[in-house]
C-alpha cells in the first residue's frame, strides 16, 4: 500500500502564504517526504498590494499587479484551490470552505491576512471606502468617475489616517484629480507617518504640500455621513462637506483566525 504524502494547507494567497507555498515547494525533499502542498484563496488572483494606488492613475492595470494563482504556480507542484474560509477544525485536522469544500490537512498555515475595521464610528460602514482589495478599487473607481463626469466644480474628498496608505492615496488622487481637488488627510497624532524615520516624512509632507492637500492633524473622525464628515478637533465638532471617505485606519484579524481555540495576543494574532 502507499502511503498518503503529508498534506500542509495554506490558508490565504498573499504575501505571506504565496510565498510559504513557493519556498516549500522549492525545497529539496527527498522524494519520499514530498508533502502534498494545497494553498487556499478566496480570489483566482494574488494581489501586489503595494501597488494598487497605480490603478487609479491609469499607471498600471489590474492584470499587472494581480496575476492569476493558476498561471504563478503552473510550473511547481502546489495544488491552488480556489475558496472561501468558512470554518477550521483544529481537532479533527480539517477545512472546511464557503463552496463547501473539506480539505483534510496534517499541517496548516494561516496567512489570511488581516481587514479594515469600519466599526469605529457611526456611518463609516456604509459610507466609507476601504483601499485594500480590487473590488475597493473598483467601487472608489465608479464614485469617482460619477463626480468627474458631474457639472461639480470641485472634489471634497477626506481620507482618514495618516499613515502611508493615507499618504499614498492622497498624492494619487490629487495627481488625478487636478484642479478640481480638494483633499484632506484626517490624522488622531499630532503628525502624518508616526513611525516613520523623519526622511520620510518631509518627503511625504513636501509631496503633500505640493498638491496642495491640507492635513488635519489631533482630529478624529466622530461620524461619516452620505455628504459630511464630523471631525473633532480639541473638543469641537465641525462638520465638514464631503463627495468621498476613505477609510485606511486599522487593521483586524480575520473572524476566522480570532475565534480558534488557540493561544492569541491582544491583536487576535
Ligand atoms: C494598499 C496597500 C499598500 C501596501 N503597501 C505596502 C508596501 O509598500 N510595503 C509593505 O511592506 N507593505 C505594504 N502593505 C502591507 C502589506 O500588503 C501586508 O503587510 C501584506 O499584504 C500582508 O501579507 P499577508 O499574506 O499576511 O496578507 P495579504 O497579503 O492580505 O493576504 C491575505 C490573503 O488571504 C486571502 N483571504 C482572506 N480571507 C480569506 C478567506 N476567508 N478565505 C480564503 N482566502 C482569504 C485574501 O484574498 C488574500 O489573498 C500595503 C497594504 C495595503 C493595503
Redesign the pocket.
Do not use: C, H, K, M
Given at each position: 500500500m502507499t502511503q498518503q504524502p503529508t498534506r500542509i494547507c495554506i490558508?490565504?494567497?498573499?504575501?505571506?502564504?504565496?510565498?510559504t507555498a513557493l519556498r516549500l515547494s522549492q525545497f529539496p525533499w527527498e522524494k519520499s517526504q514530498e508533502p502534498e502542498i494545497v494553498l487556499?484563496?478566496?480570489?483566482d488572483h494574488?494581489?501586489f498590494?503595494?501597488?494598487?494606488?497605480e490603478l487609479l492613475t491609469d499607471e498600471l492595470q489590474p492584470w499587472e499587479i494581480a496575476p492569476a494563482f493558476e498561471d504563478l504556480l503552473k510550473d511547481t507542484k502546489v495544488r491552488f484551490c480556489q475558496?472561501?474560509?468558512?470554518q477550521i477544525e483544529i481537532e479533527n485536522k480539517q477545512v472546511k470552505?464557503?463552496n463547501n469544500t473539506e480539505i483534510d490537512y496534517d499541517y496548516l498555515v494561516l496567512?489570511?491576512?488581516?481587514?479594515?475595521p469600519l466599526d469605529f464610528v457611526p456611518g463609516a460602514e456604509d459610507y466609507a471606502i476601504p483601499?485594500?482589495?480590487l473590488a475597493d478599487v473598483y467601487r472608489l473607481e465608479e464614485q469617482l468617475r460619477l463626480l468627474e463626469t458631474s457639472d461639480q466644480d470641485t472634489i471634497r474628498v477626506a481620507i482618514v489616517g495618516g499613515g502611508?496608505?493615507g499618504v499614498?492615496?492622497a498624492c494619487k488622487l490629487a495627481d488625478r484629480l487636478g484642479e478640481k481637488a480638494r483633499i484632506r488627510i484626517i490624522e488622531q497624532s499630532e503628525e502624518i507617518l508616526k513611525t516613520s524615520p523623519e526622511f520620510n516624512r518631509e518627503a511625504a509632507t513636501n509631496a503633500l504640500l505640493e498638491r496642495e492637500v491640507w492635513i488635519d492633524l489631533e482630529t478624529t473622525v466622530s461620524a461619516v455621513k452620505s455628504d459630511k464628515i464630523l471631525l473633532e478637533y480639541r473638543g469641537v465638532i465641525n462638520e465638514i462637506p464631503v463627495d468621498l471617505v476613505l477609510w485606511?485606519v486599522g487593521?483586524q484579524v480575520?473572524p476566522?483566525v480570532r475565534s480558534l481555540p488557540l493561544k492569541q495576543n491582544k491583536r487576535g494574532q
Open positions: 490558508l490565504g494567497g498573499g504575501f505571506g502564504g504565496l510565498y487556499v484563496d478566496q480570489n494574488f494581489l498590494l503595494p501597488l494598487l494606488y475558496g472561501a474560509v468558512s470552505l464557503q496567512a489570511l491576512g488581516s481587514e479594515t483601499f485594500r482589495s502611508y496608505s499614498e492615496l485606511t487593521a480575520s476566522i
